[in-house]
Every structure is written in C-alpha cells, then in structure tokens.
C-alpha cells in the first residue's frame, strides 16, 4: 500500500472516536481522561462553533430550516432546525496547556483552547443513564479559548490562485504520538503538523509544502514567528491569547485578578479543567471530590499516618501531584499545573469554600 492510501485509510479509520493514546487511558462516557503533550488524545467529533466568521468557514455550506415530515402523513407543521457544529473537525488534547480544533472542511486550525477538552454528555450521554443533555449532539469546550481563526486561511500559495481553490483532505498520520494532517489545493501538497510550543498560550505549526509558487503566511490578529522556508518546510509559532467574548469561559470574567480570590479559584476550577476529575458535589471522578476535602485527613499511598489538607498540602497538590498521592487513584494521572502563586492560592480559597462545616 502506497503512503496516500494509507493515509485515506488513516483518514476513514479515525472518523470513530479513538484515543491515540497508550491502553492506559481510555476514553470515558463522562469526559476525559485528558492527553498529554508526548501522547495527545485525537477526537473525531462534532464540534462547537464558537461563533466563527463566514470567512473562515467559507468551504461550510449553511443548514437550512426543514418542514417536518412524517412518513404517515408527508409534511406537517413545524420546522427541522440543522444542527449547528462543525461536522469534519478532529480535535487534539495535548493535555491542560493546548487543545486544538482542526478542520478537515477548510484544512485549517479553527480554534485553540487551554483548561479541559470536551465535554462529551450532549453526544453521547450521562454516563449513568446513557441520557444526552439535549438533541444537539454538540460536545461543549471546556476551559478557556486562547485562539480563534479569522481572516481567510492563513497559507497564502501564490501563482495558482486564478480562481478560489477549495482545499481537499487527506488524511492524517501520526508522528511520535501527534497528528500531522495533510491536504492539498490545488496543485500544492500541504503537510502540517501541530503542538503546544513553549511559550504559554503559544502554538507552533511545522509545515511542509509542496507548492509550484511561493508560499506565504498570515495569521490574522495574532503575533507569529515563523522560521525560514527550507524547501517548502518552515514553522510558524502562533502566540495565542485568551479570547474575551466568545464561547468558552473567558467571556464570564467578573473576579479581579489583582489579588487572590474565591471567584478567580471558581473561574480557574473550570478554566483550567480540574472540573474534568474533580466534583465539587461529593461523587468520585477520576480524582477525588472537592468537596469536604479541605481540612480533613487524606490517606496517602506509602504514608502509615495521614496527612491534613490544608493550604500547604493543596498548593503542593496542585503544583507536583505526584509528591503525595491519594490512597486507590493512580500516580501521575494528575498533569502538573506550573501556574502563578496567585492562581493557586485562589483555586485553594474556592477549595476551602467546600470544606465541611
Ligand atoms: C486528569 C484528571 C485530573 C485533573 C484535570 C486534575 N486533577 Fe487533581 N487529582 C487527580 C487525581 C487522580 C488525584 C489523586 C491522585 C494524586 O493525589 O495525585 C488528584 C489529586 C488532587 C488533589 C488532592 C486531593 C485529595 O483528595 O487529597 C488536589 C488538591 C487536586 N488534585 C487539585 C487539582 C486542581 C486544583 C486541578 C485543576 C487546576 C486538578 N486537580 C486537575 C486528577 C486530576
């Protein structure tokens, strides 16, 4: 088999939702386990649209309203709205730093957002009574988007551009554990693959095109780095920034961020995905609740006594969770959150706030 067949084949293979990760994590009815950046979950899902332009989804075509029709009684009152997602995207978690939303319709990075990933209950239901939440089978972003497409595709290919070309999907393979996606418009070849880069916020793309004209980027309204062209392989390092205003948490900005507080700890609860293992209601996640936590007696894996949670033992949590980890949950499930002191000293404070009386 030729590598473009296998790459269609790659391509046809993941259109059911499969983790390209290890057999050590797997996918749950309820929501993660998350990624990590060395193997990312891929997610082949609807998607939500968080409100992108017609420009940048200008090879989607529009829904339209249908009459309803019944096969007794032909058409009947009322209407059949089209659901409103992005059909063709594939998402990729590269754990709490970056999540990317890809779309195999404008072969282009739509999205990028940081804290959790999706939200799976309105696809494929409660994970107790297989229930979904509404008819819309539209997963939710969970955390805070960092990126969002505007502008037309930001892979200018000059010399071919006679007339609009639409770009068509390949397939995607995957390179040390991340996805490299590969389309083509027309006579161009465009191989791109995507990561988290090491700034925070930022996201690097290493292409690699086949082009019969230069090829020039620009990324509308965010800063970018790019390399040198070498033979059609360049990287362009996009630094992403939190959205204000649209989908995701961001928009819902009430606390202030001067010093630490209980609103911010809420915000940050969801924002960066401890929402994802963690109940504020009691049940068991994939860590434990929040709830009753602070100032109770944890049982440590290894540890004959048992260590109080208090301030210093949760900051240490959020920071290493490795250096003590919880009696029956696995090591190391738990990423590292390397953020400021006051991110954490807020998330511990909302902590408190769940503490028993
Ligand atoms: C991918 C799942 C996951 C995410 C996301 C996650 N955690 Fe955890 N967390 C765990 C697991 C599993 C444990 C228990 C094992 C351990 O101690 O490492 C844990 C333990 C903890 C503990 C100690 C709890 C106890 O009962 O003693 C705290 C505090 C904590 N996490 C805070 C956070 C905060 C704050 C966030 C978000 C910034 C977060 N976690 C995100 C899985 C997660």
């Not at 997963?139 to 639409?166: C, M, N, R």
């Not at 049982?299 to 009696?327: C, H, L, Q, R």
Request: charged content about 25%.
């Amino acid at each position: 088999m030729n590598s473009r067949n296998l790459l269609f084949l790659l391509g046809l293979l993941s259109l059911v939702a499969f983790p390209v990760a290890g057999e050590d994590r797997f996918i749950t009815l309820s929501n993660l386990p998350m990624g990590t950046r060395e193997k990312p979950l891929v997610l082949r899902t609807y998607f939500p649209d968080p409100g992108l332009t017609r420009e940048v989804l200008s090879n989607h075509d529009l829904g339209y309203r249908a009459r309803k029709y019944s096969p007794g009684k032909g058409d009947v009152d009322g209407f059949v709205d089209p659901i409103l997602g992005i059909p063709g995207a594939i998402g990729v978690n590269f754990g709490p730093d970056l999540s990317i939303c890809w779309d195999a319709t404008e072969c282009r990075l739509l999205y990028a957002w940081r804290g959790g990933f999706l939200d799976m209950t309105n696809y494929w239901g409660e994970p107790e009574s297989g229930r979904r939440k509404g008819f819309g089978y539209i997963p939710e972003l969970v955390g805070e988007l960092i990126f969002v497409a505007k502008g037309s595709h930001p892979l200018g290919i000059f010399d071919q551009y006679t007339e609009i070309l639409a770009p068509e999907f390949k397939g995607y393979r995957v390179i040390d554990g991340v996805p490299e996606f590969h389309y083509t418009v027309g006579e161009a070849d465009v191989r791109v693959k995507i990561e988290p880069g090491t700034e925070p916020m930022s996201i690097v793309k290493h292409y690699t095109v086949k082009a019969p004209g230069e090829v020039g980027y620009y990324e509308t309204g965010y800063k970018i780095k790019k390399t040198d062209d070498k033979d059609g392989t360049f990287s362009v390092t996009i630094q992403g920034k939190p959205v204000v205003g649209m989908g995701g948490a961001a928009e819902e900005q009430e606390y202030s961020t001067e010093k630490p507080n209980v609103e911010w700890g809420a915000a940050l609860y969801t924002n960066l995905g401890c929402l994802a293992c963690h109940s504020t209601d009691g049940t068991r996640g994939h860590g434990p609740t929040f709830a009753g936590l602070y100032g109770e007696e944890v049982p440590i894996t290894g540890m004959d006594e048992k260590v109080i949670a208090d301030d210093a033992y949760i900051e240490e949590s959020i920071v290493n969770p490795t250096a003590k980890v919880v009696e029956s949950y696995p090591p190391g499930y738990m990423p590292p959150y390397p953020i400021g002191k006051k991110e954490i000293k807020s998330l511990t404070m909302f902590i408190k706030t769940l503490a028993n009386e």
